[in-house]
């Protein structure tokens, strides 16, 4: 059974006084236990909508979403997300921040403290267990936002351009922190960029999705061989793909553009 | 430097202090509408001798305290809920919209009316005063979160009333502190002019007790006491603000 189904979603936003203004079209997708799916189409195509339907924060207008069987009704720790600007809280330190969504759970507190600190070890922030948000770099702050998702075990993992902000050099040491997490976890993951090469690499499949209204105009498996590091990019075969899927976007691209003019 | 920057830094005030002693004794000015520092001083360590000071200053602040802390109390959870609920917010906003430009003072013969010359009607007053800037700027601070914050917070699993008050209203507390500062200068503003009209102890009592007897050398020893109460007050809420805020980097 598919672990995730959108079943022809469909969803506008109203602004007052405005007609509504239609962000996603007769959208179906399944995602399977385990896999990772990248959401890839230029900007303002509904991507974060989708995942904010998914995450149970906007309600759904038309059409249905199963999470694991069950229609989505509203936010749970069964769906953990990463917002496209991370969503500290500013206040809290970076202990503090990743513990938050563990107070819930009644675990003691010397056990919540050792897996606390495993995922700051993981995502390799020891040293700045004190530190706010605001005394960290924006890689920093990513992996502090991942590790408070991934602390509470979600059955899914949603990021919504996780890596946007960063450059690119810190970005491909996030992309190999990511995989080796995937590895471990095998968690079923769906990932929201605009980034063409960082959708192959990462992806099981791609959903190519086309802008105003948003619709997924193509599903790719990516068929690269197991992913041993950033040199599976330079293949031939990922180039063809990169291309492929380049061009698939760029002409929706120009569309926006265009239509926006 | 440092002891440059120091001198730098109170030349004004000392100044202002040579001026206040030099005024009244050249002249300038009569001694009895303003009597030279040095004597209104020696009127300062005879009422803080004989405990007048102590007494009414106590009284005055355990008013401010009790009205500003009550303001806070219900301003904020009030104005939080408001944010975040639109029946609170329909039933409450227009109440406090209507309420907020009218001055609190005119309150003063109405609460002497109800609640007499005690305590109460003080505590009352400045409770008014401060009720709606602390809850507008709890308001306010709520409404600007960034959704995608209390998002977060349901996310983990968390309930309305712990996404209010365990993310909304921190997430909000630069906008709330400096409302509450506000509300803490108006409170003084309130505190003495009705202890003024409606008192029998109090820090404002005593200024317009001394001046309508006369004595007004003492009279301002208790107003330069009004005065730096309310600038220690406000310093002393800056240090703290400035600690509750330090995430702020
Ligand atoms: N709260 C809102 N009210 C009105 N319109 C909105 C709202 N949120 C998004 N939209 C519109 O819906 C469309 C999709 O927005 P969305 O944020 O989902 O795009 P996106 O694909 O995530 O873009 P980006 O890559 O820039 O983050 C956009 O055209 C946007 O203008
Ligand atoms: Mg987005």
Known sequence: MSQIVFDRV???YRAAGRPEMLALSDISLSVEPGEFVSLLGPSGCGKSTLLYLLGGFVAIQSGRILMEGRKVTGPGPDRGVVFQNFALFPWKTVRQNIAYGLERQKLP????????????????????????????????????????????KPRVLLMDEPFGALDAQTREIMHEELLGIMQRTRMTTIFVTHDVREAVYLSDRVAVMSSRPGRIKEVLTIDLPERTGPSVMKSARANDIVEYLWSQVKIDAAHAVSAVQ | MRLFDFCIRWS??????????????????GAQSLPPLSVVMASLWKLAANGDLLGHGLQSLWRLGAGLGLAILVGVPLGAVMATSRIVNAVVAPLARALYPMPKSALIPVLLLWLGLGNASKIMLIFLGCLLPVLMSAYNGVRGVDRVLLWSARSFGRGPLDVIFGVAVPAAMPELLAGIRSALALSFVLLVSSEFLMARDGLGYLISFLGDGGAYAPMFAAVIVVACLGFTADRLFLVVMRRMLAWRG
């Open chain 1, 10 to 12: 469909r969803h506008g």
């Open chain 2, 12 to 29: 004004p005030l000392a100044l202002l202090a040579l001026a206040w002693e030099l005024a009244p004794r050249l002249g300038l000015v």
């Open chain 1, 109 to 152: 507190a010397r056990e919540r403290d050792e897996i606390v600190q495993s995922f700051i070890d993981m995502v390799h922030l020891r040293g700045f267990e004190d530190s706010f948000p605001s005394q960290l770099s924006g890689g920093m702050r990513q992996r502090v936002a991942i590790a408070r998702t991934l602390a509470v």
